[in-house]
């Protein structure tokens, strides 16, 4: 079956750095992305890794390892914007569909 | 550039009508494009996938006369709630996919059936 797994809610403070882990099962693999989604708004693309190996993109990383079936996002420097509902998908079929884990709710704090 | 849009932003509608969703890819030509739902504090959940011109593919449980959706153009698909429920109200999100892997995603559609 497909399924994605990453914990249900973090904490973390300002100015520090947070690692969200995410391990995935699918078929036809080709790919994981991160998104960020603040409540009742759309899901806004952070990253995309298909080959393993860490992407570096500002304040977020995104790393990758295809034979363990496992990401993490790495955000530094937490800002209070910074909390929000994170996303790991594995992009399944080819390009076709993604497949959404639950979702980490992270809440940075002073 | 990527830009996609949905309308309307928000709906409330009686139980037992129906209601229209629009998704638009305004720079670029979607070949495909993916209609999920929300249901609150819970994730993305794919209903259906559709390419231009041809018909969406449903997802498992997903009832394909309930959700009508239509693809008629490479900017353009649509999703018709019919005989909307209480039960259906939820937070509609389309996708617009290019030549890439990447899905942009629309604002979304906020969904209350009274």
């Known amino acids: 079956g497909q399924n994605i797994d990453q914990p249900t809610e973090m904490t973390a403070t300002e100015g520090a750095i947070v690692q969200i882990n995410c391990t995935y099962q699918t078929s036809g693999f080709n790919g994981l992305f991160w998104y960020q989604q603040h409540a009742g708004e759309a899901p806004t693309f952070l990253s995309y890794?298909?080959?393993?190996g860490l992407e570096e993109k500002g304040r977020f990383s995104s790393f990758l390892s295809r034979s363990k079936g496992y990401s993490y996002l790495l955000l530094k420097e937490l800002q209070m914007k910074d909390s929000a509902s994170y996303l790991c998908a594995a992009l399944s079929g080819g390009y076709n569909k993604l497949i959404f884990g639950a979702g980490t709710r992270l809440a940075v704090h002073p | 550039g990527a830009v996609v849009s949905q309308h309307p932003s928000r709906v409330i509608c009686k139980s037992g009508t129906s209601v229209k969703i629009e998704c638009r890819s305004l720079d670029f030509q979607a070949t495909t494009m993916f209609w999920y739902r929300q249901f609150p504090k819970q994730s993305l959940m794919l209903m259906a996938t559709s390419n231009e011109g041809s018909k969406a593919t449903y997802e498992q449980g997903v009832e394909k006369d309930k959700f009508l959706i239509n693809h008629a153009s490479l900017t353009l698909s649509t999703l018709t709630v019919t005989s909307a429920h209480p039960e259906d109200s939820s937070f509609y999100i389309c996708?617009?996919?290019?030549?890439?892997?990447?899905?942009?995603f629309g604002p979304g559609t906020r969904l209350t059936v009274t």
């Open positions: 890794n298909v080959l393993d």
């Open positions: 996708s617009a996919r290019g030549t890439g892997a990447e899905q942009y």
